[in-house]
């Protein structure tokens, strides 16, 4: 079962559904009374970032830090740390090499949203704005730059194409895979349909039936696009710095924007870009439907509101959208160069609103900085679309802003060529060090992302971890996953308090093979006390009478001695047993024989495994399942590779797979 993960908030409501499944364990339902979760006021260094003009708008680039006045809700602040970023704005970036003694704050890189609006556009406006967000990855992006990618349509709501990150070759796939590219402006990606419904080609066009009633139609769509953006921008507040959203766009109509017999329309419009404003994320609109392209009789372009929603919230009206290479120099011109203000001050954590003003003592300067922040506030105060964006940034962010989580070690071996049921992720949890992070009841997810950023599969569960006696469990879930290269994830959430754990591994599942042998990576074991294994799944349904896989069905003669080696492994073993699995087609008498070697990362040697023994054999459906057991060499602390080759003595087929673990 698909889920497009690009579908923000329904996912999101779909995750904090209140009937999650529960995890195959009786004894994970009994709750511990947990002592509230208290915060201590704390001093910390809040970061600012400045952006300064002159009279003409070019950026000011030489200012000092005691050219700077701050005030924080009112009062005088000392400014106590100072840095400069400055890049040569007028140079592609291709023709220039990025300053490599700048000392760039991680919390405060440039951070950018394209926002494609569907429900104000036409083929056309797509299309070149596309085209314009292409160039401006192409030309203007850097390296520590951070870029998300946002569609409003008004069939589908706000979609999240792409979360921020800094792999922009990512984004750049995201854009070109939008819908509505027009044939010989744009090459058609797979999948994309010009003629899609939500695709509103007549947007500013007068559509069937009166016109009072598509002037109502018309003004519901908009207010609820009011909506939706102020309540992402409520959620963009908690990510520190400045979030510039590049919005592609007609605008709204004026004689909307400006009816004498209703201002709900106008009013939601200001309040939106107010709270844009408030959550330091400036609004740079590129008018889709420029002056000189017609429109429909009694209707009026939407520059006014596009030229509106960018002076409220600090951005820039840009008024043509095919001036694609001066709007991107204009934009780079002004988030490209600008200053970050520190200063330290009692944080309390009472969701309370800072306003910050920034002041320059050399005549003539503009200054452009975030108006302000919100302290932090406890987790249960936090309203649904805050929790929802908070779950989302800590499943899909590389770099999560609301809080640094705990990794878990996690591995994702596939098993089968069939596509029921050809994945396990497994996840080691000690059980002490997850206690200091999850303080009570924990809601579990685990879903698996495909090279499209589509959740192909997902599991979920809650658990209370102080209700274990055990040290360590091993949480796993068993998934069905369409060949290619997917990235696993699984997320715990303390209820309560908001802190996560997360593990993430990348698998790539291969094609079906033809007649001969296939290898599947191996499940490696260690000596330790039985282990307890925890399966994540989604309730049976009523009338299935299929027994639900196990992680013992799947591995065969899991000792009850040994436990799985997820990650890394104490210095000095000498035997490494393994579970292997075997596809076999077409060979009706089999003769295997494994062989192995290491591969030390440190130093490239290959170290052989000679001496390696089949203890248990058993096959099940085509599957041959074996225990073999490897013996180590005194190994040297570090990261290893193991490389495994079963080779069929009768027909002289191989097949190899590997599994990277550390010594410790």
Same mark, same amino acid.
């Given at each position: 079962?698909?889920?497009?993960?690009?579908?923000?908030?329904?996912?999101?409501?779909?995750?904090?559904?209140?009937?999650?499944?529960?995890?195959?364990?009786?004894?994970?339902?009994?709750?511990? !009374?947990?002592?509230?979760?208290?915060?201590?006021?704390?001093?910390?260094?809040?970061?600012?970032?400045?952006?300064?003009?002159?009279?003409?708008?070019?950026?000011?680039?030489?200012?000092?830090?005691?050219?700077?006045?701050?005030?924080?809700?009112?009062?005088?602040?000392?400014?106590?740390?100072?840095?400069?970023?400055?890049?040569?704005?007028?140079?592609?970036?291709?023709?220039?090499?990025?300053?490599?003694?700048?000392?760039?704050?991680?919390?405060?890189?440039?951070?950018?949203?394209?926002?494609?609006?569907?429900?104000?556009? !036409?083929?056309?406006?797509?299309?070149?704005?596309?085209?314009?967000?292409?160039?401006?990855?192409?030309?203007?992006?850097?390296?520590?730059?951070?870029?998300?990618?946002?569609?409003?349509?008004?069939?589908?709501?706000?979609?999240?194409?792409?979360?921020?990150?800094?792999?922009?070759?990512?984004?750049?796939?995201?854009?070109?895979?939008?819908?509505?590219?027009?044939?010989?402006?744009?090459?058609?990606?797979?999948?994309?349909?010009?003629?899609?419904?939500?695709?509103?080609?007549?947007?500013?066009?007068?559509?069937?039936?009166?016109?009072?009633?598509?002037?109502?139609?018309?003004?519901?769509?908009?207010?609820?696009?009011?909506?939706?953006?102020?309540?992402?921008?409520?959620?963009?507040?908690?990510?520190?710095?400045?979030?510039?959203?590049?919005?592609?766009?007609?605008?709204?109509?004026?004689?909307?924007?400006?009816?004498?017999? !209703?201002?709900?329309?106008?009013?939601?419009?200001?309040?939106?870009?107010?709270?844009?404003?408030?959550?330091?994320?400036?609004?740079?609109?590129?008018?889709?439907?420029?002056?000189?392209?017609?429109?429909?009789?009694?209707?009026?372009?939407?520059?006014?509101?596009?030229?509106?929603?960018? !002076?409220?919230?600090?951005?820039?009206?840009?008024?043509?959208?095919?001036?694609?290479?001066?709007?991107?120099?204009?934009?780079?011109?002004?988030?490209?160069?600008?200053?970050?203000?520190?200063?330290?001050?009692?944080?309390?954590?009472?969701?309370?609103?800072?306003?910050?003003?920034?002041?320059?003592?050399?005549?003539?300067?503009?200054?452009?900085?975030?108006?302000?922040?919100?302290?932090?506030?406890?987790?249960?105060?936090?309203?649904?679309?805050?929790?929802?964006?908070?779950?989302?940034?800590?499943?899909?962010?590389?770099?999560?802003?609301?809080?640094?989580?705990?990794?878990?070690?996690?591995?994702?071996?596939?098993?089968?060529?069939?596509?029921?049921?050809?994945?396990?992720?497994?996840?080691?949890?000690?059980?002490?060090?997850?206690?200091?992070?999850?303080?009570?009841?924990?809601?579990?997810?685990?879903?698996?992302?495909?090279?499209?950023?589509?959740?192909?599969?997902?599991?979920?569960?809650?658990?209370?971890?102080?209700?274990?006696?055990?040290?360590?469990?091993?949480?796993?879930?068993?998934?069905?996953?369409?060949?290619?290269?997917?990235?696993?994830?699984?997320?715990?959430?303390?209820?309560?308090?908001?802190?996560?754990?997360?593990?993430?591994?990348?698998?790539?599942?291969?094609?079906?093979?033809?007649?001969?042998?296939?290898?599947?990576?191996?499940?490696?074991?260690?000596?330790?006390?039985?282990?307890?294994?925890?399966?994540?799944?989604?309730?049976?349904?009523?009338?299935?009478?299929?027994?639900?896989?196990?992680?013992?069905?799947?591995?065969?003669?899991?000792?009850?001695?040994?436990?799985?080696?997820?990650?890394?492994?104490?210095?000095?073993?000498?035997?490494?047993?393994?579970?292997?699995?075997?596809?076999?087609?077409?060979?009706?008498?089999?003769?295997?024989?494994?062989?192995?070697?290491?591969?030390?990362?440190?130093?490239?040697?290959?170290?052989?495994?000679?001496?390696?023994?089949?203890?248990?054999?058993?096959?099940?459906?085509?599957?041959?399942?074996?225990?073999?057991?490897?013996?180590?060499?005194?190994?040297?602390?570090?990261?290893?590779?193991?490389?495994?080759?079963?080779?069929?003595?009768?027909?002289?087929?191989?097949?190899?797979?590997?599994?990277?673990?550390?010594?410790?």
């Amino acid at each position: 079962m698909k889920k497009n993960i690009f579908l923000f908030f329904l996912l999101l409501a779909f995750f904090l559904h209140p009937c999650l499944h529960e995890l195959s364990s009786g004894s994970l339902q009994v709750k511990v !009374d947990q002592e509230e979760l208290k915060h201590e006021v704390v001093v910390v260094l809040k970061l600012v970032q400045v952006y300064v003009t002159d009279k003409k708008g070019s950026p000011v680039t030489n200012l000092e830090k005691f050219d700077f006045t701050l005030y924080d809700s009112g009062k005088l602040q000392t400014v106590t740390d100072f840095e400069r970023h400055i890049f040569k704005p007028e140079k592609e970036l291709k023709d220039t090499q990025p300053d490599r003694t700048r000392k760039t704050s991680p919390m405060l890189n440039r951070k950018f949203f394209f926002l494609l609006d569907y429900s104000r556009n !036409d083929v056309f406006g797509v299309t070149k704005s596309k085209n314009a967000a292409l160039h401006f990855i192409d030309t203007k992006l850097q390296p520590t730059d951070e870029v998300g990618v946002l569609s409003y349509s008004r069939m589908k709501g706000l979609i999240l194409h792409e979360y921020l990150t800094t792999d922009h070759q990512k984004v750049r796939k995201a854009v070109k895979k939008m819908r509505g590219t027009l044939k010989g402006e744009e090459e058609e990606s797979e999948g994309t349909d010009p003629g899609e419904s939500y695709l509103e080609s007549g947007a500013l066009v007068e559509a069937s039936g009166s016109a009072a009633e598509e002037r109502r139609f018309e003004k519901v769509r908009a207010q609820e696009f009011t909506k939706i953006i102020r309540e992402f921008a409520k959620s963009l507040r908690y990510i520190p710095g400045n979030k510039n959203i590049i919005l592609f766009s007609a605008g709204l109509s004026s004689s909307l924007m400006y009816d004498r017999y !209703d201002s709900t329309l106008r009013e939601l419009f200001e309040d939106m870009s107010k709270e844009l404003a408030s959550s330091s994320t400036p609004v740079y609109t590129v008018n889709t439907y420029p002056l000189g392209r017609a429109l429909a009789k009694g209707r009026r372009g939407g520059d006014d509101s596009l030229r509106f929603l960018s !002076d409220l919230s600090g951005g820039k009206y840009f008024n043509n959208v095919a001036h694609y290479e001066s709007n991107a120099r204009a934009i780079q011109n002004i988030t490209g160069n600008y200053y970050v203000l520190g200063y330290y001050i009692d944080e309390k954590w009472d969701g309370k609103y800072h306003e910050i003003k920034v002041k320059v003592q050399r005549k003539g300067c503009k200054v452009y900085a975030q108006g302000g922040f919100f302290n932090p506030k406890p987790f249960t105060e936090f309203s649904e679309v805050e929790k929802r964006f908070h779950l989302f940034d800590l499943a899909m962010s590389e770099n999560p802003q609301f809080q640094v989580p705990y990794i878990l070690p996690s591995v994702a071996l596939p098993f089968s060529e069939k596509q029921e049921s050809n994945l396990v992720m497994l996840s080691e949890i000690s059980i002490d060090k997850i206690k200091e992070v999850m303080k009570g009841e924990t809601e579990v997810l685990s879903f698996n992302l495909d090279e499209e950023n589509t959740i192909a599969n997902y599991s979920e569960g809650k658990i209370n971890f102080y209700t274990l006696p055990q040290k360590k469990i091993y949480l796993y879930s068993i998934s069905s996953l369409s060949p290619g290269k997917h990235e696993c994830r699984l997320v715990l959430r303390d209820i309560k308090t908001g802190k996560g754990a997360v593990a993430s591994s990348p698998v790539v599942i291969p094609e079906a093979s033809g007649p001969g042998i296939k290898l599947f990576p191996p499940l490696l074991l260690i000596p330790e006390k039985q282990a307890v294994y925890l399966k994540l799944s989604r309730d049976q349904k009523k009338g299935t009478e299929k027994k639900s896989l196990s992680l013992k069905d799947i591995y065969s003669f899991l000792p009850n001695n040994f436990s799985p080696l997820v990650e890394e492994v104490d210095r000095g073993i000498l035997k490494l047993p393994a579970v292997l699995r075997l596809s076999i087609v077409d060979i009706q008498e089999c003769d295997i024989e494994i062989a192995a070697h290491l591969i030390n990362h440190s130093s490239n040697k290959k170290i052989p495994l000679p001496n390696s023994s089949i203890l248990y054999s058993e096959n099940k459906e085509g599957i041959e399942v074996l225990l073999v057991e490897f013996r180590l060499p005194e190994l040297e602390p570090g990261k290893y590779t193991m490389e495994i080759i079963a080779e069929e003595m009768t027909t002289k087929t191989k097949s190899h797979t590997t599994r990277t673990f550390k010594i410790r």
